[in-house]
């Protein structure tokens, strides 16, 4: 498994290692010894996520559950390709309102971790493209909230000839220069 930081620290790239063979691959999509081994602060996760978007260039996001029930999220593509972002919104934390990005694609098998403290929120690059993502608390619709996508700077790789499909909650998301977030940063006095 390939573990790699990002511009924005506690945000990972992990690659798990795919064996081929003639039938095809086999590979470990998540091992919490590995991770821990890799030195990476792993809480428990207690729910699976699935989700399918027919369309190109559906967005997603940026979503966040407050505390108590904030989410970490280790995200990955079960079909087609996405570009996965993360914003990091901890008052306080030296990077503030910076973002990342990463493809992940069934082809590269490439997943995300991104803590709590973090936006997250994806674009599907190709039509009927499903994402799998494990999280560390339940849902808690009482603490769900959205930040406007395209309110972050974030550099979108849209389809060509796609337009951007929002479900109607996240097409009235607050931008970020409204958001008071509810999380800090750890090392913040
Ligand atoms: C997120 C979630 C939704 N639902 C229900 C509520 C609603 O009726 C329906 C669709 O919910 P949403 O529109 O919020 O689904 P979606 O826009 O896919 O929300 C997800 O987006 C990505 C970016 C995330 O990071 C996730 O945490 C989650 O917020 O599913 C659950 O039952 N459990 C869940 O954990």
């Not at 428990?44 to 559906?58: C, I, K, P």
């Not at 079960?78 to 993360?86: E, I, K, P, Q, T």
Request: hydrophobic share 40%.
């Amino acid at each position: 498994m390939d573990i790699d930081p990002t511009n924005l620290p506690g945000v990972l790239r992990l690659a798990p290692r795919r064996f081929g063979d003639a039938r095809g691959f086999f590979s470990e999509s998540w091992n919490r010894k590995t991770l821990v081994e890799a030195g990476v602060d792993l809480p428990e996760f207690v729910q699976d996520n699935h989700s399918l978007s027919a369309r190109a260039g559906t967005v997603r996001g940026l979503h966040f559950q407050s505390p108590p029930h904030a989410q970490g999220k280790l995200v990955r593509c079960g079909r087609g390709a996405l570009y996965d972002v993360a914003v990091d919104v901890r008052k306080g934390s030296p990077t503030y309102g910076q973002w990342t990005g990463a493809e992940l694609s069934f082809e590269n098998g490439a997943q995300l971790w991104i803590p709590a403290g973090f936006l997250h929120g994806f674009l599907t690059l190709t039509d009927d493209t499903e994402i799998v993502y494990k999280c560390t608390d339940h849902y808690a619709p009482e603490c769900d909230g959205a930040v406007k996508w395209d309110s972050c700077g974030i550099d979108w790789p849209m389809p060509e000839a796609a337009e951007a499909l929002l479900s109607d909650k996240d097409a009235v998301a607050q931008p970020l220069a409204d958001f008071d977030s509810p999380f800090t940063w750890e090392g913040a006095a």
